[in-house]
C-alpha cells in the first residue's frame, strides 16, 4: 500500500506553515472564533469603541459582585441564626443530661 501524502505547493509551504493550514481555512476558524469571543465579551459588557472604560466597568462590576455576594450570604445567615440560635439553646438549656 503505498503511502498517499498531499503535498502542498512549493511556493507556499511557508505560508502554510506558518497559517498553521490553508489561508482560507483559517480566515474562516479565526472569523467565527473573533464573533465568539464578541458575543461573550458583549454578555459581560465590553463596548468594542471605548474598551478601557469597558475594562474599569468589568472590574468595577466584578468588584462589586464580590461583596454583592457576601451581603446576600451575611443576610441569609443573620435570616437563619434568629431561628437557629435560640432552638439550639433552649435545646442545651432544657435537654436531658447525656452520660459522660
Known sequence: MPNETRELPAANDGLYRFLGGSPLAVAFRLI???MLVGVVLSAIGFDPWNILSSIRRL??????????AINWAWRYFLLGAVIVIPIW??????????GR
Open 32 to 34: 467565527l472564533l473573533s
Open 89 to 98: 439553646l433552649l435545646s442545651r438549656l432544657f435537654g436531658t443530661p447525656r
Open 59 to 68: 472590574f468595577d462590576w466584578i468588584y462589586n459582585l464580590g461583596f454583592d
